[in-house]
C-alpha cells in the first residue's frame, strides 16, 4: 500500500519569478565527484524543463543537465544548492532532485554499502 501523504520536500519547493526552487545542503561524503555528477545530470535529463542550480550563493546559475559545468563547480561535501527549474513537470523535477542529493545519490545502494 502506498503512502499517499505529502512529503517534506514537496512543501519547501516555492515558485520565484516563474521557477520552482528549492535549497539543499550537499551532505555525501565527497560531494558531486564524478558517480553523483552523471547521476544527477541524468535526472535532471529525463525532464521536459530547465534545470539550474546555483552553488554556495554565487549568483552563477549553471545548468543542471550539463554533466562539464556541475563537475566544473566542485561541488564538496557542505556546498549549499539552489536548484531550480522551469518549464513542464518543473516542480516534479526539483522535487526528485532534492531526494536524490537526500539519498545521498543512492551510492550506498549501488555500492552495497551501509550507511
Not at 79 to 104: D, F, P, Q
Request: aromatic fraction near 6%.
Amino acid at each position: 500500500m502506498r503512502d499517499n501523504r505529502p512529503r517534506k520536500e514537496t512543501k519547501e519547493v516555492v515558485e520565484v519569478h516563474g521557477y520552482c526552487q528549492t535549497e539543499i545542503e550537499v551532505t555525501h561524503g565527497f560531494g558531486l565527484h564524478a558517480r553523483p555528477s552523471v547521476t544527477f545530470t541524468r535526472l535532471a535529463k529525463s525532464f521536459p524543463c530547465t534545470v539550474e542550480i546555483e552553488v554556495n550563493g554565487s549568483e552563477v546559475w549553471l545548468n543542471g543537465k550539463s554533466i562539464v559545468k556541475i563537475m566544473g563547480a566542485k561541488i564538496r561535501r557542505g556546498s549549499v544548492l539552489k536548484i531550480r527549474a522551469h518549464g513542464l513537470r518543473a516542480a516534479e523535477a526539483i522535487v526528485a532532485l532534492k531526494a536524490l542529493i537526500e539519498r545521498n545519490f543512492d551510492e550506498e545502494k549501488k555500492h552495497g554499502r551501509t550507511a
